[in-house]
């Protein structure tokens, strides 16, 4: 069973420019959820989906935005970037949320310079 | 809100050593909680659960038992090994399901 790939693996972009991020869960994992991870914050949650409905956001500027496809594929956007924004990038798929059990992607690496 | 409170890293031991990472909580209702371990350069793996008080989750060497009375769930293995470094997190997910609220996350350095 194919596990969840995150694509691209790392970005380096330039501030004020906009990022789309893609994460293609297990195959029948309904539940895709985000996370930050920086040096300095942790993990932070970013926002998750199930069946294409956004049932809970963490608390990160409208700039941070994301969707999930009628196929469980989800996609995140930042736009406006700033140089705070530089952090890996985790994504993780579930049966039916992340509470259950989480199976993450290896992240998208983004630097904002 | 629901938090997580890990003991700060990095924590180095010796190989066959014994492991204890401390992992408190605060949370409302009955959360689940959780280990992850994060190797360099790699994602994020499940490295066992617990749902329930008194559950006691184990993999690969690793146990944790979920403690309501204290709300803790320490993390503890009884001989390390080298392959065993990492960073470890502690994690929780309240009634909604809907959210991972971690710890700091706490790096493991085992010396041969």
């Known amino acids: 069973k194919a596990g969840v790939t995150q694509t691209p693996r790392y970005l380096i972009k330039t501030r004020g420019q906009q990022v789309t991020l893609s994460c293609s869960p297990i195959s029948g994992h309904r539940s895709v959820s985000w996370y930050q991870q920086t040096p300095g914050q942790g993990l932070q949650f970013l926002f998750e989906?199930?069946?294409?409905?956004?049932?809970n956001k963490g608390n990160f500027p409208g700039r941070f935005s994301g969707r999930q496809f009628s196929n469980s594929r989800s996609e995140m956007n930042v736009s406006t970037l700033e140089l705070g924004d530089s952090a890996l990038y985790l994504c993780?798929?579930?049966?039916?949320?992340?509470?259950?059990?989480?199976?993450f992607g290896q992240g998208t690496r983004l630097t904002v310079v | 809100g629901d938090s997580v409170t890990q003991m700060e890293g990095p924590v180095t031991l010796s190989e066959e050593a014994f492991l204890t990472i401390n992992c408190t909580y605060t949370a409302t209702g009955y959360p689940s909680l959780f280990w992850y371990v994060q190797y360099p350069g790699e994602g994020l793996q499940l490295l066992l659960k617990a749902t329930k008080a008194d559950d006691k989750g184990s993999n690969k060497g690793f146990e944790a038992t979920y403690r309501k009375e204290t709300t803790s769930f320490h993390l503890e293995k009884g001989s390390v090994q080298v392959s065993d470094s990492a960073v470890y997190f502690c994690?929780?997910?309240?009634?909604?399901?809907?959210?991972?609220?971690w710890g700091a996350g706490t790096k493991l350095i085992i010396k041969p």
């Open positions: 994690a929780l997910s309240g009634d909604s399901n809907y959210q991972l609220i």
């Open positions: 989906y199930f069946s294409e409905t956004q049932r």
């Open positions: 993780a798929s579930s049966p039916t949320g992340p509470g259950t059990e989480a199976f």
